[in-house]
């Protein structure tokens, strides 16, 4: 099979691609090296596809590492933030609460109750926040 050189991006005309054998790659290499030379200014350089292949797989598990230290942070804050949420949402309902408990209501009774209009809290904001992105 004859070398074969394709032009991968019309614009990149610094940038060849070309098909070789394994024992051609040498040769090859010293040949265009001095043609390119006398030809363009550039400096030369190839590379083989398993070298740019290797480079990103490097970056793509140095990105995954990054995701891997950083997640763990963003959930402690989405559970400091409904935390936050339901702080907020008992001290609004403080005498709501002491009202029920003074009138005999259980704490299991209490506790249900808050966790159903925490559900509903953040169903309608699930629901609000859907229909200013969906637009529905």
Known sequence: M??????VYPFAYSTLTMKLKPAEVRLLSLTWR???KT???????????TKILTGCINRKKSWQLLFTLVHPFAILVACLGLFGLVVYSTSQR??????????GSRAKRILSFTVKIMFCDCCCIHHAIRSVICGK
């Not at 030809?39 to 596809?49: D, N, V």
């Open 34 to 36: 001095k043609t390119w």
């Open 94 to 103: 403080y005498k709501e609460i002491s009202i029920r408990k003074s009138t």
């Open 2 to 7: 004859n070398p074969v050189i394709l032009h």
């Open 39 to 49: 030809l363009i200014r550039w400096p030369f350089e190839y590379r083989s596809w």
